[in-house]
Nanobody
Framework: QVQLVESGGGLVQAGGSLRLSCAAS????????MGWFRQAPGKEREFVAAISWSGGDTNYADSVKGRFTISRDNAKNTVYLQMNSLKPEDTAVYYC????????????????????WGKGTLVTVSS
């Protein structure tokens, strides 16, 4: 059974940083592309970032480019999201996700999502 467990969420002031982690189990980690999505109150879930199986390719939503960095450690079965220069509009529940297919086009994940999902971790950015 695939399990994705997010951690690292919390309350931070605008301009601050947070690092989210997602520990994966029940899957062959290096055969999965990994991603982060988020859902703000009253809004639909949206794609944030994705990383290829080896970590050699990444893609980001335009809203987070230059501020967020996705990375992975295949030895630890963990994917990370480093979030810098946080804004109040980044406030959301952040979800880790996994999929065998990797696309370098952010619109692909906006349309199709990913196969496996974590339960989410809340990030709140105060102004």
């Amino acid at each position: 059974q695939v399990q994705l467990v997010e951690s690292g969420g919390g309350l931070v002031q605008a301009g601050g940083s947070l690092r989210l982690s997602c520990a994966a189990s029940g899957l062959t980690f290096n055969t999965y592309a990994m991603g982060w999505f988020r859902q703000a109150p009253g809004k639909e879930r949206e794609f944030v970032a994705a990383i290829s199986w080896s970590g050699g390719d990444t893609n980001y939503a335009d809203s987070v480019k230059g501020r967020f960095t996705i990375s992975r450690d295949n030895a630890k079965n963990t994917v990370y999201l480093q979030m810098n220069s946080l804004k109040p509009e980044d406030t959301a529940v952040y979800y880790c996700a996994a999929d065998h297919f990797y696309s370098s086009k952010s619109y692909y994940y906006t349309r199709h999502g990913m196969d496996q999902w974590g339960k989410g971790t809340l990030v709140t950015v105060s102004s």
